[in-house]
């Protein structure tokens, strides 16, 4: 599985992005796809996941300004990110779990500034 993401860049505290990722080949045995992010020198942490039945889990911090979405047809998943606060600054990285295995994009940067 490759993982292909867009849409990160730099934007004021406030604005809105939205990531899209898009996953190659087939999305019938993925379990879930979702997006991670690795702030400056802290570690790696989950932002949200979306489940092959739809159900979603976010976290906390991003609770009431993030969605997450996908559309299996066409193997992407998307993230909505609305309120950015500069605490939001990280590169962000798709993440797809199928048949036990864990696939990461490359990662897209993502800036807020205050």
């Known amino acids: 599985v490759q993982l292909q993401a867009s849409g990160g860049g730099l934007v004021q505290a406030g604005g809105s992005l939205r990531l899209s990722c898009a996953a190659s080949?087939?999305?019938?045995?993925?379990?879930?796809m979702g997006w991670f992010r690795q702030p400056p020198g802290k570690q790696r942490e989950l932002v949200a996941l979306?489940?092959?039945?739809?159900?979603?889990n976010y976290a906390d911090s991003v609770k009431g300004r993030f969605t997450i979405s996908k559309d299996s047809a066409k193997s992407t998943v998307s993230l909505q990110m609305n309120s950015l606060k500069p605490e939001d600054t990280a590169v962000y990285y798709c993440y797809v779990i199928q048949l036990g295995t864990e696939y990461w994009g490359k990662g897209t940067q993502v800036t807020v500034s205050s």
């Open positions: 080949g087939s999305s019938f045995s993925r379990n879930a």
């Open positions: 979306i489940m092959r039945d739809g159900t979603t």
